[in-house]
């Protein structure tokens, strides 16, 4: 959990950086209806809660700099034992200041009397324009409020600044606390991937499987911090297949891509393993290379280093690997320089990874790709997809999909894998599914076979 007292850090350098004319104004994420009086699940708007750790919708936290009276203000709903009878208990606002530990709060109803004061005499509103229509609407409304006093001194903001500018970059570097908790994320959604490979039998579906792994996060606390992607067979060359109710076929493999969100912070894991529990000489080949080529780009996630030079390592390899193996034809350095790869390998190796699984941060400053430097979080996800239409390959490649991702943090030093815990080594995969089912492990054959199957595509 992320202390109160690093939630106020947050406010304070958010205040410190746009300066002692500005405001800041930002909305909680309003409950959402899926149909007819059936809400999603709520879930806060990660800036919010970056700033406030505060989980409840109809709140609204403003932050005035230099202002005397303090300068952290909250408008929140107020206790109410009627509503809270049939919708659960609110922390109100008496309990907003003594546990957010907010300068100020105030209810939700008031707002509309007391915002127009706060925005008097500040120049630039710092703000999310554009998320959320209905609350534009409202902020223009008090803007123009204190605009319809100007005859008699008031003076209102002429400027609105794009608050994720700010915002996001502080949000990039994350603190010893975040990466606890992404830790803790990190080890439920490898737990949850242990006991998918165990449970995944021959004869299942994709959805039983997705049922094993949600019911490991909800167990330990989490939520999928994404919709899971459990792709059987040639169903994991579709980059973001979600239908998830294929049967689980003998022979084939299982492409799952699921992390869990523990305290609003997610992970982001990918394996692949054999339903039967033995990959085929033509699967354990291919597996290879993309573990070779994700070991080579994690080794690339040093300060200092480009945020592309990862990508840029597996691309290496996996081309190199592609070559040899046949799938592709000429010299190293040709494909690579006529992308040839992209046939196989279409997405990057990474992304940015914190409260959203896709997390903010800009990836280019002044046109370059920016540094990596300690505290950045990001995932290593290399693939091999050899679409089943595939003619120009031996056919016995045709249909296999393959990904592995892992959660990385920069230090000062070597890159922190947040999750080792879930295995990807091939012979460690199969000896705990043979663990799990009460089988011989076939590790040492399947390499074997690996090994030959991967001479003999290379002279074909």
């Known amino acids: 959990m992320i202390p109160a007292a690093e939630y106020k850090r947050r406010r304070r350098h958010l205040m410190q950086a746009v300066g002692r004319d500005a405001i800041v104004v930002l909305a909680a994420a309003p409950e959402k209806l899926r149909n007819n009086d059936a809400h999603y699940p709520y879930r806060q708007d990660s800036d919010f809660h970056y700033l406030t750790g505060f989980g409840e919708p109809d709140a609204v936290l403003v932050l005035v700099p230099g202002r005397p009276q303090g300068g952290e203000i909250l408008f929140c709903r107020d206790r109410d034992p009627e509503r809270e009878r049939w919708d659960g208990p609110r922390l109100g606002v008496e309990g907003a200041e003594r546990e957010l530990g ?12 007391i915002l127009p004061g706060l925005l008097e005499d500040r120049s630039r509103v710092y703000y999310h ?9 409202r902020l223009m409304g008090w803007v123009n409020r204190v605009r319809a006093r100007v005859r008699i001194g008031a003076r209102p903001p002429h400027e609105f600044v794009a608050l994720g500018h ?17 830790q803790r994320a990190a080890r439920i959604a490898a737990a949850a991937h242990a ?38 067979g040639a169903n994991a060359c579709v980059l973001h297949y979600r239908a998830n109710r294929a049967e689980l076929r003998d022979g084939d493999l299982l492409l799952i891509d699921a992390g869990a969100e523990f305290d609003c912070y997610a992970s982001d894991i990918t394996r692949t393993f054999p339903i039967n529990g033995r990959y085929s000489p033509e699967q354990r080949v291919l597996y ?30 996996l081309t190199r690997g592609l070559v040899r193996l046949g799938l592709l034809k000429g010299s190293v350095e040709a494909n690579l320089r006529e992308h040839a ?14 409260l959203d699984v896709h997390d903010v941060g800009d990836y280019r400053v002044d046109g370059e790709y920016r540094e990596l430097e300690p505290g950045m979080v990001l995932t290593i996800e290399p693939g091999i997809y050899v679409d089943p239409g595939e003619k120009s390959v031996d056919r016995r490649f045709r249909g296999i999909g393959i990904r592995i991702e892992d959660d990385v943090v920069v230090t000062r030093g070597d890159p922190l894998v947040l999750t080792g815990d879930v295995p990807k080594d091939p012979d460690r995969i199969e000896q705990l599914i043979a663990i799990a089912r009460g089988t011989p492990s076939p590790s040492a054959a399947s390499a074997r076979a690996a090994r030959r199957a991967g001479r003999s595509t290379a002279r074909t």
């Open 129 to 137: 324009l554009g998320r959320e229509a209905d609350f534009d609407l």
């Open 288 to 317: 290879d290379l993309v573990l070779e080529a994700q070991l080579a780009a994690i080794d690339a996630v040093r300060p200092g280093h480009s945020w592309i030079a990862p990508h840029e390592a597996a691309v290496r390899v």
């Open 341 to 354: 790869y992209r046939r196989f390998y279409m997405h990057k190796t990474g992304h940015w990874l914190g």
């Open 166 to 182: 700010v915002l996001h970059e502080m949000r990039l570097l994350k603190s010893r606390s975040e990466i606890r908790t992404m």
């Open 102 to 113: 907010v300068d100020h709060a105030f209810p939700i109803d008031d707002i509309d009397d």
């Open 195 to 232: 006991r998918a490979m165990g449970a995944a039998r021959p004869g299942l579906t994709e959805a039983t499987v997705e049922a094993e792994l949600v019911h490991a996060f909800r167990s330990a606390q989490a939520v999928p911090a994404y919709e899971p992607i459990v792709a059987a």
